[in-house]
C-alpha cells in the first residue's frame, strides 16, 4: 500500500496527476477567458 504521510493525503504519483490536470483547468480557463476579451475589444475596443 502505497504511503500517505503528505500534508494533502496524496501520493506523490497522485499529486503528479492531479496538478496536470489542475494546469489543463487553468490553461483552458485562461484561454477561453483571452479569446473573450479579444472579441470584445474587436467589437468596442477602448483604447
Do not use: C, N, Y
Not at 494533502?8 to 489543463?24: D, I, P, V
Amino acid at each position: 500500500m502505497a504511503e500517505r504521510d503528505t500534508l494533502s493525503g496524496l501520493t506523490a504519483a497522485e499529486a503528479k496527476e492531479f496538478h496536470s490536470f489542475f494546469m489543463q483547468g487553468t490553461l483552458g480557463f485562461v484561454a477561453i477567458s483571452a479569446v473573450a476579451h479579444l472579441l470584445i475589444w474587436m467589437w468596442r475596443p477602448w483604447f
